[in-house]
């Protein structure tokens, strides 16, 4: 027997019916947002995520699935979905060519973290990018649409907490300030932190060691009158929108692209990996990866946290609502048929094995859920009927003509 590796796993029902349910909840909330969908590849060039994700994140130092494949080329399974769609922003010119530069995907992503209760090595992100469009709206927009969804969806008890990273300017100053702390404070560092402070010291507020001391011990960044300007206006226009959130000054979030506003979405009830959603802005990526000056924010929810967060929540009843039997030898060709003409009336039917016995077509009836079972037997053959047999204790059994079955378990169903 050959098993899944570590950190990849099946998704099996009912997981696999939330799964689709969180699916359908985002396309329906993000058609009202004017959302387009695009689906990009799993597998792209290394240098792809080296030079956006950023070369001193954990997420390209250490977890990318990178590889030389057959033909010598630099590839990695994509560990996050916003590098490849900025790829095909530029790439199929879609500044010029797109609607509103609005898109969302959602697929597998892979990163080869320590597997544990929420952290998986292939993952699923629901994602929603929006370029083009720098004014505080944008931010507040795409911050209130993720709020709508996980609503929608059902999530409830998450608290979103946003930051402002600031511009170009003022993270070059900040830079500065913090490093000048983080050296004075070296020997306290852990041994990462302390490799790549010179790289990148605001990483070190997001690391999982020092994070949580240094967020109270070092200087608290400062933002320019635009940024502060920006950042106030996103806050003012979230709260027009009915969106709770808190300010947190400390939050930086593990990726280089990220300018100006950012945010995520944690909820206690997920323990250590308390991450339902993170995003940001990153207003200078795409002209960095050779496209036009198009600023941008987006984020990207983990649809297996939010699957957790749901799973104890009473599901919608998915078991079918009639099932139907052939109670004699002959009767499995009209069995079919009757089964046929229910699903094409929009009833969710369904069948064991005609050629079993009546009572094991019973007892997968009842198994079933369904609200009702049709039986065809030697007499509803020769009188093209069908019985009808409610599966709720005390229900009385009754016939009806064939063609009418599907009319008359509508009207039933109706009345459950
Ligand atoms: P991220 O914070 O790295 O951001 O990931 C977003 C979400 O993906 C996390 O909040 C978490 O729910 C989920 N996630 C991440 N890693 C794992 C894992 N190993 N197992 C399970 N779930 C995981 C991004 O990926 C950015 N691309 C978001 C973004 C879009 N920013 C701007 N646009």
């Not at 300010?247 to 990220?258: A, F, W």
């Not at 987006?298 to 009843?317: C, E, I, S, T």
């Amino acid at each position: 027997m050959t098993n899944s590796l570590r950190g990849f796993r099946d998704i099996l029902p009912p997981d696999s019916e939330l799964f689709a349910r969180i699916e359908a909840a985002a396309r329906v909330v993000f058609g009202l947002y004017g959302y387009q969908e695009l689906r990009i590849p799993t597998l792209e060039q290394k240098e792809l995520f080296v030079k956006s994700t950023g070369d001193t994140t954990d997420i390209v130092e250490k977890e990318m699935y990178a590889f030389t494949d057959g033909g010598g080329r630099e590839v990695a399974l994509r560990p996050e979905g916003t590098p490849g769609v900025v790829r095909a922003y530029i790439q199929n010119n879609l500044a010029q060519t797109g609607r509103n530069g609005k898109y969302f995907y959602l697929g597998s992503m892979f990163r080869a973290e320590r597997p544990q209760a929420g952290r998986y090595r292939e993952f699923t992100q629901i994602g929603a990018e929006y370029i083009g469009n720098p004014a505080p709206a944008a931010d507040a927009e795409s911050i209130s649409m993720l709020v709508r969804f996980l609503e929608k969806a059902g999530v409830a008890e998450c608290s979103v907490v946003i930051n402002s990273l600031g511009c170009a300017e003022c993270r070059k100053a900040y830079r500065e300030i913090l490093l000048g702390f983080l050296r004075g404070k070296a020997e306290k560092l852990c041994e990462p932190c302390r490799g790549r402070i010179e790289r990148n010291p605001l990483r070190a507020l997001d690391c999982k060691t020092d994070g949580p001391w240094l967020t109270s011990e070092a200087p608290k960044r400062a933002l320019c009158p635009a940024c502060e300007t920006h950042f106030s206006g996103t806050q003012r226009l979230l709260s027009a929108a009915a969106v709770a959130y808190q300010v947190n000054t400390s939050l930086v979030r593990g990726l280089d692209y990220y300018t100006g506003t950012v945010f995520e979405v944690r909820s206690g009830a997920l323990g250590s990996q308390d991450a339902v959603c993170g995003g940001g802005r990153y207003d200078d990526l795409v002209k960095s990866m050779g496209g036009p000056a198009a600023p941008a924010i987006g984020w990207a929810v983990g649809l297996d946290r939010m699957a957790m967060l749901l799973k104890d929540k009473p599901a919608p009843d998915t078991a079918p609502r009639a099932f139907v039997i052939a109670a004699a030898k002959e009767a499995g060709d009209r069995a079919f048929a009757l089964l046929t003409a229910l699903r094409a009336d929009g009833i969710s039917a369904d069948f064991s094995n005609f050629e079993l016995s009546l009572k094991s077509q019973m007892r997968s009836a009842g198994k079933s859920g369904a609200a009702f079972a049709l039986l065809i037997g030697e007499d509803e053959l020769k009188a093209g009927t069908a019985a009808v047999k409610p599966m709720k204790e005390g229900g009385e059994q009754f016939t009806v003509p064939l063609a009418e079955a599907p009319v008359k378990i509508k009207e039933l169903l109706r009345g459950i």
